[in-house]
């Protein structure tokens, strides 16, 4: 009864228009720490709409970085090399392309299947690496919209629709971006940052999200 209860309840937020807004300074959510972040050889995709303020500061989307370990891995905006970029830690293998384009929605998407890595703007890819699955193993909190709470790198903007699935590459080449708000398909370890009104997980893991400084819900919206 709880499983049925927690796939209705996961389905029903999914339709639900919102984001999460940071301040890029001190306002950021955290997920403790649990192996549904953490892939070991499997394939993943981790995906969110994302909306920067600015392109002036460094802004972290979602991590697992916890001190510069060989398991870590985080989607990040790069201010020094105007890159997005996804980073697996100790690997050092990284997947970057130029962005630019503030106060714009962009979705953004890496997949790995195997041990092949790629990166998508808006539903087209912008890159490939061989990505060693060894370091993906961590046991480290989630943060999203910080780097860390003691680094910074905090997200200025909006983060809409973020979904985490284990097990599956989603995106493997080009594909149509989703016109309508994500849903928790199989293998969703976390659906965040949809709802104008609260932070809460779809997945049916409905994990806790703590959320800290101004981090908020907003009625911003990447859907019409």
Sequence with gaps: M???????????ASFVKGSAAFNGAGA?????????FSYGTSDFTVEAW???????????????YFGGGASEWELQYRQDSGNMFVWGHGDNQIVNRAYSTANTWLHVAFSRQST??????????????????????????????ALTPAIGQYFNGYISNLRIVKGTAVYTSNFSVPTTPLTAISGTSLLTCQSP???TDASTNAFTITAFGD???SSLSPFA
Excluded: C, D, H
Excluded at 28 to 36: K, V
Excluded at 117 to 141: A, D, E, H, I, R
């Design 215 to 217: 981090a908020a819900a």
């Design 116 to 145: 092949a890595m790629k990166m998508f703007f808006n539903g087209t890819q912008q890159g490939s690496t061989v990505f060693n699955s060894q370091w993906l193993t961590n046991t480290n909190p989630l943060y999203i919209g």
């Design 28 to 36: 950021y959510l955290s997920i403790a720490a649990n192996s549904a």
């Design 50 to 64: 994302v909306r920067l303020n600015n392109t002036s500061q460094t802004s972290t989307i979602v991590t697992t």
């Design 197 to 199: 009104t609260t932070i």
């Design 2 to 12: 709880f499983a049925a209860r927690a796939a209705f309840m996961a389905q029903s």
